[in-house]
């Protein structure tokens, strides 16, 4: 299918969310859409989706105008959509979840589930993504709960385009990887696909043609062998540096001192197993590893959300154990948490409210008991200024803020007040590029000043980045601790628990995820080197594990692991 | 990730450049009465409850119902009778709830005093009085994110705690008084802190302990008002010992009239809604109670202990209930009392609290008008069924409550920020 937009507008009252957007996806095509968070990529797709009606402008499919009143229209016109946030019904089964909206009866309207699962088995050879059909989609990895999202749109009744909405957000690099590859295969097969992301390395390792957008407008159209500094600098609107400047590191006095922790969750799992960590001031540790191996878990400990099993936490030499959170703030305890909406900020309070989240109760925001407003206010006035939050006031409400500005207004929590050690979560998670520079830039700026910082990551880049020593973790402990300058491979083999004392991990579920999937996608990834997810699986073959053939059978090790955890 | 999202967070330097001019006032007020924000809901929700009321009234009325018949042949007849039927059922209702123009008529020709015209009048404010404390408990606990459906239970124990106070200790009133009072908000308060406890403690979901604490206490007060210590010692019938002449709550209009009722509880009422206001916007207590209303992960993170805010919440919302029953026990006067003395006040607090949206403000004033219509529909019997004035209150709430019932049958739009609809966490 070719697909043409022609001056495609969407305005909402005086504010125009895309202005005048050319665009042109030619068949078996893979189209990245790059943008910061804000600039109207989702705008976009909603009206190519059929959810919003563009205010002018055309969409041509073929070279015919269409006109979507709906999704109904899009679908039937042959695209198909992956949302950002899945849409599945978590207790049903796979076949169910893809048949959803057309339903495959038998007379009377009796569901015939024997139709179903065969229209899954159809569509998952055709394109080669392995599903099984009867499988709980709530029970299944993040990353196979997408490919079902990727089979249901494709098994619309002829669809030959599929867009994906920042597909790569909730994956591990392991998943990302993969999905990538299967990106690769469908457009191989021909299907056009648009790629909405804002991460470079992705675009640069899979799309055919770039189109940056920024502010609702179309600024630059890119080959995907662009540097890394030519995308960004198009999508931020200015130069960008990408490489974090450092000076090494001066580490003095041990600040967080973790031994032997150890926590069991409700289901009876040893979520940290004995694990052993020391930050000194002045130093950034990067705690490596596949997401659900601890971290979570890791960094509650250290705040006292979460009371250990046995062990110790230690902050400037002294036992924490016995004081609550509040406590550890206020001695000095700084957290960014991972999940930002849930743990970071309040979304119906004001910006001023959020940034004294966890002072409010202290001099001077407030005297016996009473909230003095005018302090607070200033403080948000001067936080706003410094960390550029990009608000209309500090009384608006944090949801209003794009998560860039959300992640800010934390950042500023944090580093406005006296801290000795920061225990920092995924810190630019969904964050933009201009965003991730700034943090990134603080947090080099914060460990000058002699804090003790825990960088926990799931991006290898990030940790590279910034990172003066790097703990991987695996199933609960530090399996390794090296130096900045190992190499990815080595890492990577460490955090699937390759060189783990433990390999009875793998056996669990492999068994029933049979290798049958999408082509290695070797060609992709391999030409772009600096793929951290790629990392993992190509080392696999070195690893002890006999039952492990080719890059599906490292994927399940990756959530078997992550899994076992939960 | 929405487009509206998008346009929102990238909408202000759009909006800055002052493109378009800012429409006049009457288009952008003739805007606002045509979106579904929260005052529009709830005007619209009082008009649409007196309309529904107005047709049961006319079907309700077999004369009416019988001119509608020959509706065809003479319309006039149906259109009249029902509008008379109507329009007399909503003047009486005014009547006994603001002011009573056969009243003053009769005191433009001298033969009724001026605290005759003001009796209406004194007879909503005492109806409310209690409702604007339990409007308040409830509405401070939907603030934390809790449902105390358990306010009656704690007006009663706190009618009780003000009643032994009020008749065992001798004392002149301006000791007296305060300290039954305070007896009264002591016992709701302990009685309300129980649901936050178990909360707090064991996870057990405050709907369901107050719900039963509520009937531990009604039947609590059944055993108590019998025992020696409480009976009265001249009656026979459930009544209690009235309280001494010191702990009796003083009418603010008495001089004007014996019959009008309205008494200081009243000033102790707008001082609670001024205080809970003051506690929720200025002070740390209600920072946290509303961030762990909102989102309490987020307020664990921050430090923030939440099941002592749940506790003092529900203690805070128990000791304003417990306001309310004391407001009752040291009002009453020389009468005791007796286990219908609660009424139902603690469960209006619930629909106080709805109506006026959890803000004191908008408590006082929802308490206001469900005091007006008991006033009006107690005086207006029965000439008027007293069954319209709970019909129009059940009427209000329900509009209130489901703010896209009203956006959808007045085709309203939508507002900037979308519906706004209360909910307690977890229900």
């Known amino acids: 299918m070719r697909l043409e937009l022609q001056g495609l507008t969407k305005k909402f009252g005086s504010f125009t969310a895309d202005d005048d957007i050319d665009l042109v996806v030619e068949p078996g095509q893979i189209h990245a859409v790059l943008g910061e968070n804000g600039a109207g990529k989702s705008t976009l797709m909603n009206m190519l989706y059929g959810i919003l009606k563009p205010t002018s402008g055309k969409i041509l499919i073929d070279g015919e105008p269409v006109e979507f009143s709906g999704p109904g229209d899009a679908i039937a016109a042959g695209i198909g959509m992956v949302h950002q946030h899945f849409k599945l019904v978590g207790p049903f089964s796979v076949a169910d979840n893809v048949q959803l909206g057309r339903e495959h009866t038998r007379a009377a309207g009796v569901l015939s589930a024997r139709a179903a699962r065969q229209a899954v088995r159809d569509v998952s050879e055709q394109y080669g993504l392995h599903l099984d059909p009867d499988a709980i989609c709530e029970d299944l990895p993040v990353g196979v709960q997408q490919r079902i999202e990727i089979v249901k749109a494709l098994s619309g009744p002829k669809t030959e385009l599929l867009i994906l909405d920042e597909p790569t957000a909730v994956l591990t690099p392991a998943e990302i990887r993969e999905l990538l590859g299967i990106m690769r295969s469908l457009a191989d097969s021909g299907t056009s696909i648009l790629f909405i992301s804002h991460k470079l390395k992705e675009v640069q390792a899979v799309a055919d043609t770039v189109t940056v957008i920024r502010r609702g407008k179309v600024v630059a159209e890119l080959e995907p062998s662009a540097s890394e500094t030519e995308m960004a600098s198009a999508m931020v609107g200015r130069e960008v540096a990408l490489t974090v400047d450092k000076t090494p590191a001066e580490p003095g006095e041990p600040r967080l001192e973790v031994r032997d922790l150890t926590v069991v969750n409700d289901a009876g799992v040893k979520v940290l197993n004995g694990l052993d960590l020391t930050v000194h001031a002045g130093e950034i540790v990067g705690l490596a590893g596949i997401e659900g191996n601890g971290q979570t878990e890791l960094a509650r400990a250290v705040l006292g959300l979460l009371h250990p099993d046995r062990g110790s936490i230690a902050v400037d030499g002294v036992n924490v154990a016995r004081l609550s959170p509040a406590a550890r703030i206020d001695a000095g305890l700084g957290y960014i948490p991972e999940d930002r909406a849930r743990d970071g900020v309040i979304t119906e309070f004001t910006v001023a409210e959020n940034l004294v989240l966890n002072q409010y109760r202290n001099e001077p925001y407030a005297k016996h008991g009473v909230t003095d407003a005018a302090a607070v206010r200033e403080r948000a006035v001067d936080s706003i200024a410094e960390f550029d939050i990009r608000t209309q006031s500090p009384n608006e409400p944090v949801a209003s803020l794009s998560g860039g500005n959300q992640q800010k207004v934390i950042i500023a929590r944090e580093f406005s007040r006296p801290r000795r050690l920061l225990v920092a979560a995924q810190p630019t998670r969904g964050v933009d590029v201009g965003a991730t520079e700034f943090i990134h830039s603080r947090l080099i700026a914060e460990r000058d000043t002699g804090t003790g910082v825990l960088l926990i990551s799931s991006e290898l880049d990030e940790i590279y980045a910034l990172a003066d020593r790097i703990a991987v973790i695996y199933n609960g402990r530090i399996v390794g601790e090296v130096g900045p300058e190992t190499p990815r491979e080595s890492i990577g083999r460490l955090m699937v628990g390759a060189e783990a004392p433990e390999p009875d991990a793998q056996d669990a579920e492999a068994s029933e995820t049979p290798p049958t999937d999408a082509a290695p996608p070797e060609t992709e990834t391999s030409s772009t080197s600096t793929q951290d997810s790629a990392t993992p699986d190509t080392e696999m073959p070195d690893a002890p594990t006999p039952d492990a053939s080719g890059p599906d059978a490292d994927e399940d090790d990756a959530t078997n692991g992550g899994d076992r955890e939960r | ?427």
């Open chain 2, 1 to 427: 990730m929405s487009a509206e999202t998008e346009a929102s967070s990238a909408g202000p330097p759009e909006t800055d450049d002052g493109t378009e001019p800012r429409p006049p006032f009457m288009v952008m007020f003739g805007r606002y009465l045509t979106e579904a924000n929260s005052v529009m809901v709830t005007v619209y929700s009082l008009l649409m409850a007196f309309v529904i009321g107005a047709i049961l009234l006319i079907v309700s009325d077999d004369a009416v119902r019988g001119t509608w018949s020959y509706f065809f042949s003479r319309p006039t007849d149906a259109l009249s009778a029902s509008w008379d039927v109507v329009s007399s059922a909503y003047v009486s209702l005014f009547e006994g709830a603001v002011l009573n123009f056969n009243t003053l008529d009769r005191f433009a020709a001298g033969t009724a005093d001026f605290g005759d015209i003001l009796r209406p009048i004194s007879e909503t404010l005492t109806n409310a009085t209690p409702l604007v404390l339990t409007g308040l408990a409830v509405g401070l606990a939907f603030r934390a994110g809790l449902f105390n459906i358990g306010a009656q239970g704690q007006l009663i124990l706190g009618m009780l705690g003000a009643l032994v106070i009020g008749f065992t200790i001798d004392a002149p009133a301006i000791v007296h008084l305060p300290l039954a009072v305070l007896a009264g908000a002591i016992a709701g308060a302990a009685f309300g802190a129980i649901p936050g406890l178990l909360k707090a403690q064991t996870g057990a979901h405050e709907v369901i302990s107050s719900i039963m604490l509520n009937n531990i206490a009604a039947l609590f007060l059944v055993w108590a008002i019998s025992t020696e210590f409480l009976h009265s010692e001249t009656r026979s019938e459930l009544v209690t010992r009235p309280v001494n002449d010191s702990a009796v709550l003083p009418r603010l209009l008495g001089p004007l009239g014996a019959h009008l009722r309205v008494n200081a509880a009243l000033l102790l009422a707008f001082a609670a809604a001024i205080l809970v206001w003051w506690l929720l916007s200025r002070s740390t207590f209600g920072y946290r109670i509303r961030a762990v209303g909102f989102n309490e992960h987020a307020s664990a993170t921050a430090g923030m202990h939440i099941g002592r805010t749940y506790t003092t919440t529900m203690g805070v919302s128990g000791a304003l209930a417990g306001l309310a029953g004391a407001a009752l026990a040291l009002g009453v006067g020389s009468g005791g009392v007796t286990t219908n003395t609660a009424l139902e006040y603690g469960f209006d607090g619930i629909t106080v609290a709805l109506l006026g949206r959890a803000n004191p403000g908008g408590i006082v004033a929802a308490a206001l008008l469900f005091g007006a219509l008991k006033a009006g529909a107690l005086s207006a019997q029965p000439a008027v069924p007293v069954d319209i004035s709970t019909l129009l209150q059940a009427t209000i709430v329900l509009f209130i409550a489901a703010p896209a019932l009203v956006k959808a049958l007045l085709r309203l739009r939508t507002p900037r920020g979308g519906l706004v609809t209360l909910e307690a966490k977890g229900w």
